[in-house]
């Protein structure tokens, strides 16, 4: 059974302060691995699909990177408007089911 | 462009009652998936229908089902409803699945409180 673990579960970071996020994951057989972005009482909202080991994303302060066991997301000199809950998630089946972590919230403070 | 609808958006029902919740799909997409989300957790797969037929099941009982219509749009069921079915039920639309390369589109979702 396909598994996403993710860390830390929650993050703080004064504005301006880059971290990274962690997701590690177990799949027979990866066909993608997707972040997003979930504020509040939303839907969640796609970043970036990875496919391959070495393989790198970038969009605006995100940058997605991946290796056979993980992928990590670093946020450089985050703002307030980037506090959401970032989820990760990888789709292995011949279907589209795709299993989620639980996501780490992130709170940028000013 | 729509994207993806859902409703209602929120919903109060007791036990033991049915719901069904809603979704229509951005124009074009064929596959649409329903997720369910409980606090504090990831969204965790329920079912998956393209072409109208379901291709995909999570590990859910069978008080669940689904359907998809020939206009794509579809409907959740929940039968018999217990408290733990409160959660947040998120419909999710994309091109083609199966591929690995489809990116899911979620609608904002369905707030269900079991009470």
């Known amino acids: 059974e396909d598994q996403v673990t993710q860390s830390p579960e929650a993050l703080r970071l004064q504005e301006g302060e880059s971290s990274s996020l962690n997701c590690s994951y177990t799949v027979s057989g990866l066909r993608g691995l997707f972040w997003y972005r979930q504020d509040p009482g939303k839907g969640p909202e796609f970043l970036f699909t990875?496919?391959?080991a070495g393989e790198e994303k970038e969009k605006e302060r995100l940058k997605a990177t991946l290796t056979k066991k993980e992928s990590f997301l670093h946020i450089t000199a985050p703002k307030p408007e980037d506090s959401a809950t970032y989820l990760c998630a990888v789709h292995s089946g011949g279907y589209q089911k795709v299993t989620f972590g639980i996501g780490t919230k992130l709170q940028v403070i000013p | 462009d729509a994207g993806v609808t859902q409703s209602p958006t929120h919903l109060i029902k007791t036990r033991g009652q049915h719901v069904t919740l809603r979704c229509s799909p951005i124009?074009?997409?064929?596959?649409v998936s329903w997720y369910q989300q409980v606090l504090g957790q990831g969204p965790q797969f329920i079912f998956q229908?393209?072409?109208?037929?379901?291709?995909g099941r999570g590990n859910f009982p069978d008080r669940f089902s689904a359907r998809q219509f020939p206009n794509y749009s579809s409907e959740l069921n929940v039968n018999a409803l217990l408290l733990g079915d409160s959660a947040l039920y998120l419909c999710a639309s994309s091109l083609v699945p199966g591929t690995g390369h489809e990116k899911l589109f979620f609608g904002s979702g369905t707030q269900l409180s079991v009470l």
């Open positions: 229908y393209y072409e109208k037929e379901e291709r």
């Open positions: 990875l496919y391959s």
């Open positions: 124009s074009g997409h064929k596959s």
